[in-house]
């Protein structure tokens, strides 16, 4: 008894914590905004941005102007100053600028992308977190109530009531309560790790979930679901299919260009030339002849490409289809799973434990019999919570699946 209870009071000494002493709480809410905001990618997303944007700014308007000079000596010197300035004919500065337009909205569809993703990791972990706070507080709640059976039990064992054996059992269930306890703080700062690197802000922050994971705060949206609408909703929504639909206006683009520079270029010059005695001005057209290079090469690289991507886009357009109907089934499966839990069946399970918990203070029942009673409350307890944290979590993939909020789904 003496070893078991220096255990107990050694169990109880926390491990120093890697966070800071002070605490952040935070919304569901605002750790989206924050995410958003300070996420290192969307930053260097955004970075992408300005580059794109550059891109279009440096596409000019007119090439630069070509200056050649001849210089011969002797009795009959002589010297030719020509100006020449090439002409691209076929629109090929528009199809640039096309081009970079459509890579711009490229990126600002990856930051789309990567957006919801990270909404959705923070809405993961977020739930996450505030399902470790709920285990953890209920698992402190099992601490208490072993130390007060441990507590009963010594005196029930001094007064000669139970056998060595029962008081040791009350120990060795204080001792599991403990080490859960200490596993649950474990995994908090692991999730709480991995929310502030979402945020983007310090890591070492203590970020404390605000918020309750309960039935009562579930929407009935995903009840007036349907697949079909979903499916519908998936392929209008989802970025990284627009990203793949912007590819083939790209090639599109592209096939364009390469026709257009296959027209020659138009160049104008103007001539001058001095000799002994004499001056002489002129003006100079040429224009290459495609009798041999008519750029065939790539443009037909650029067609296959086409029919490349029209099939990634059917063959991902059914992944789409798939990822819904799976996240739809989930969500489902998750809403079934939690109905169990409904009614009266976790008020019932306390009422008994609080009468069984009466019952051995008074000395009229048996530890085991308490510790039943009490193993089971707990364990519904805490299927009930994992079945709250799945349904938040399939609630979860199926908006990402379909790319949108479900609540903006018709």
Excluded: W
């Excluded at 930053?43 to 891109?55: D, L, P, S």
């Amino acid at each position: 008894m003496i070893i078991g209870i220096c255990l107990s009071i050694l169990s109880l000494v926390k491990a120093p914590s890697a966070f800071s002493n002070g605490e952040s709480r935070i919304s569901l809410e605002t750790a989206i905004e924050t995410a958003l905001r300070e996420n290192p990618e969307l930053n260097t997303i955004r970075e992408k941005m300005k580059v794109a944007r550059a891109r279009i700014d440096g596409i000019a308007l007119l090439g630069n102007p070509e200056l050649e000079t001849e210089f011969f000596g002797g009795a009959y010197a002589q010297q030719s100053l020509e100006l020449t300035k090439a002409f691209k004919l076929g629109g090929q500065r528009g199809h640039r600028i096309r081009l970079a337009e459509t890579q711009l909205e490229q990126v600002e569809t990856e930051l789309a992308k990567v957006s919801r993703s990270v909404t959705r990791s923070v809405k993961i972990v977020f739930y996450e977190l505030l399902l470790i706070q709920e285990k953890l507080k209920l698992t402190r709640e099992i601490v208490q109530h072993n130390e007060q059976i441990r507590g009963i039990a010594k005196i029930r064992f001094e007064a000669g009531d139970i056998s060595v054996t029962q008081a040791n059992l009350a120990n060795i269930h204080l001792q599991s309560a403990l080490r859960e306890a200490a596993t649950l703080e474990s995994k908090l700062q692991l999730a709480q790790l991995t929310l502030n690197g979402l945020m983007g802000t310090s890591l070492e922050t203590a970020s404390v979930a605000v918020g309750e994971l309960r039935e009562k705060t579930l929407a009935d949206t995903d009840r007036k679901l349907t697949l079909d609408t979903l499916k519908t909703q998936a392929l209008k929504h989802r970025n990284d299919l627009k990203s793949l639909q912007l590819n083939t206006q790209l090639t599109e683009s592209e096939l364009r260009l390469a026709k257009a520079v296959n027209i020659p270029d138009l160049s104008v010059g103007a001539l001058a030339e001095r000799r002994t005695g004499e001056n002489a001005f002129g003006v100079k057209f040429s224009i290459p002849l495609p009798l041999f290079n008519r750029n065939r090469a790539e443009i037909d690289a650029i067609k296959a490409q086409q029919q490349v991507e029209t099939v990634e886009i059917n063959n991902f357009e059914k992944q789409i289809v798939q990822e819904v109907i799976a996240a739809f089934l989930s969500l489902r499966t998750a809403r079934k799973m939690l109905a169990f839990y409904g009614g009266d069946s976790l008020k019932l399970l306390n009422e008994n434990l609080k009468l069984t918990r009466t019952a051995y203070k008074l000395g009229e029942t048996e530890l085991l019999e308490l510790i039943l009673m009490q193993n089971e409350f707990n364990k519904t307890r805490f299927a009930y919570l994992d079945a709250l944290g799945t349904y938040y979590k399939a609630l979860t993939e199926l908006e990402a699946a379909v790319g949108t909020s479900l609540e903006s789904v018709p």
